[in-house]
């Protein structure tokens, strides 16, 4: 919603402010201009990449027009479910979870947590090492390095979008430039027109100049920045579960554990204490 809102205030104010100093914005609208650059640079943008970072970043790009699902309530949730899968390990040992984990769309645990369920990454993380805490094979600090590892992976994956988009707005002003060059050459082949036509081949030329920069650093470059703030958003998840359990792997009671993941929270989506102590007695009791 907000790239669409920001879209339209930089079409109004660029636009806005050329027509009212007296531009014609018909003169603007240069379709061969339009076709050379984004037909450039998406060739470009296909010989840069491989066959997974094109599939990854046009996967990627239905999210950047959608909120962040990342909120208060969602690691709320995220923390009452740790809770409540500790205190039932600590009540009654590993394998009381052994349904959980093998199952988690069945599982009564996970089932109270629609949102957290939804995100079959989180869920298989989540899974994944309190299946490997119950093997009892692997301390916490194995535990905790092999937790680093898949958060980088996943992180490095997650940036291969936003490093994709970032390199075809940086391309965009220089096949403008190709554009503009194209137009004066062609200028150059009609010299023998009046200047009052040469005058408008030349402008028709700076056009494609205007628009690789406008399109590099108004439209297509700012999505980059949005898509690494969506994957430093959903790495702090992982995060978070990283510390609870290894937080609990080192003997904290689940009431602390919890505590430590949530004091690494962004304090934008962090809950209070006692906002959460709340929020988990009641997701408890359903």
């Known amino acids: 919603m907000f790239v669409i809102i920001g879209y339209v205030v930089i079409c109004a104010t660029i636009f806005g402010g050329y027509a009212m100093a007296g531009g014609h914005l018909g003169g603007l609208w240069q379709p061969l201009e339009v076709l050379m650059i984004f037909g450039g640079a ?11 970072a094109l599939k990854a970043t046009v996967k990627a790009l239905p999210s950047l027009f959608k909120g962040s699902k990342f909120n208060k309530a969602l690691y709320m949730d ?72 898949e958060i980088e992976t996943h992180h490095m994956e997650g940036h291969v979008p936003a490093h994709c988009i970032a390199k075809l707005g940086d391309a ?19 010299l023998h027109l009046p200047p009052n036509e040469l005058g ?8 494609g100049t205007f ?7 108004g439209f297509v470059g700012p999505l980059s920045g949005l898509l690494e703030q969506k994957l430093e958003e959903s790495t702090k998840m992982y995060n978070t579960v990283k510390v609870t359990l290894i937080s609990s792997l080192n003997g904290y009671a689940p009431a602390i554990a919890v505590e430590f993941g949530r004091k690494i929270l962004y304090s934008t989506e962090r809950p209070g204490f006692a906002e959460l102590e709340t929020h988990v007695k009641q997701t408890k009791n359903k």
């Open 200 to 207: 408008v081949l030349i402008g028709h030329a700076l056009v």
């Open 211 to 217: 628009l690789g920069i406008l399109l590099a650093y």
């Open 42 to 52: 998406l060739g470009a943008f296909i010989v840069g990449n491989d066959n997974k």
């Open 172 to 190: 965009l002003p220089a096949f403008g430039i190709v554009a503009a060059v194209m137009g004066v050459v062609h200028t150059m082949e009609s």
């Open 78 to 149: 995220l923390l009452a479910l740790l809770f409540e899968i500790l205190s039932k390990i600590r009540k009654d040992g590993m394998m009381s979870i052994e349904n959980d984990v093998e199952n988690p769309e069945a599982s009564p645990l996970f089932s109270k947590y629609p949102k957290l369920l939804h995100d079959h990454h989180l869920t298989e993380f989540i899974t994944d090492y309190l299946r490997l805490m119950g093997s009892g094979n692997m301390d916490a600090f194995q535990i905790e390095n092999l937790m680093d590892s």
